[in-house]
């Protein structure tokens, strides 16, 4: 009998998948790389709404957790994964420029928010009105992290490359079953496959494409990230991740001739130098309707329970968030409100009845 059936390995999965080995459960994690977010993600992390320069929602509570959460995996793999990257907010404007010094005397936001503004940082991409540095930012390699996590996880026999297939599994009161295998509970980190999900996509969960260009511009030399209009982030060896662009309407999965002149478009807006497309990548954003997280028991079946809907702040969110949950089964934790599925019972009423 296993502890727990994983279904999903990406960002939410992960870290589920080793909060419950911490605690040393039987796992097994099924992933068929139907969705990819996790894989094409940007992986910043970065506490503050550029947009609004307002804190994202618990930033800095998270930020703690999941930087001490990828350490950890770096040990156990044995990989680098955290890169430190300072991140310099182009302005557009002295308003933009007066939102910044108004942002710094809101709750929290002066730790990350730096009072000196910068006139140049590289002579490629020029400003009129400066740039502002946010402190305490930096990538994860997400792409790295899903590939050598898995292979730990085949490892150590806990991971299974295919598609969970819902007509071949049973949930009883006390223990579920998949095919050939018995589990205590079953946790679904299934990202946007939730729609797909017979028990689960009662949630409201609107996915939000993303797309990126990757770029290779030789003169360029940028060693911090810009947000712009879209985001420019050094890859390293010439190369640099454009975007994203974020589209709510569209849920393919494939890259597009619309994302690609629209990230071109926005790019010779702010970039004066060469440079040549090398590829393109697409990904759907798993977003809750009120952009919280959707975590808890399923409303009918106790051993049932979902991490997912991290948005677009899935680096941040995933270890604070994965580790309540399994605080909530295991330790009888209350879940915050906030999260708790629980928020949308008359959902699943509605569609019940
Ligand atoms: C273009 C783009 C840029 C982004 N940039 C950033 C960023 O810079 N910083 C940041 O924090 N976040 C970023 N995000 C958001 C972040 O990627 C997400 O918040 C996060 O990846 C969600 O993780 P997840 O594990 O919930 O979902 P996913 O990554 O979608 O993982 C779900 C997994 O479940 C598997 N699965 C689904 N159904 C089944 C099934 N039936 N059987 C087997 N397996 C199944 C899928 O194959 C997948 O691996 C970005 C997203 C996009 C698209």
Redesign the pocket.
Known sequence: MLDYII????????AVAEKLLSKDKKILV?????????????????PVILKRFTLAWNANEQLDTALSFYRSLERKLEISLIHPLPIYRRFHSIEEQNNWFSAMDKPYLSRFLDEKLVSTINPHIPSSFYFGHVRETG??N?ELL?EKYRAYLTEINSFQQ?????DQFEVNEDHCIYKNRRAKMIIF??????K??PYFNYLPLNG?????LIIKAQDLKLEVAVKSSV?I?PLGEDLYKV???YNNWDKTKEPTLEGKNYLLEKLNGFLNCDFEIVDQ???????AKDRKPLVGKHPKHGNMYC????????????PTVASELINYIEDSVALSEEIDINRFAKLYQAASS
């Open positions: 279904v999903g390995s990406g960002l939410s999965g992960i099924y992933d068929d790389n139907s969705q990819s977010s996790s894989t094409v993600a940007g992986g910043i992390y970065n990538v994860v997400t899903l295919e598609t969970f297939d819902f980190c299934d990202g946007f496959g939730l797909t999900n939000n494409k993303g797309e990126y985001f982030i975007g994203a662009t990548v697409a990904g759907i954003r798993p977003a991490c997912n809907g991290f948005g677009s702040r899935g680096v941040l969110i995933g």
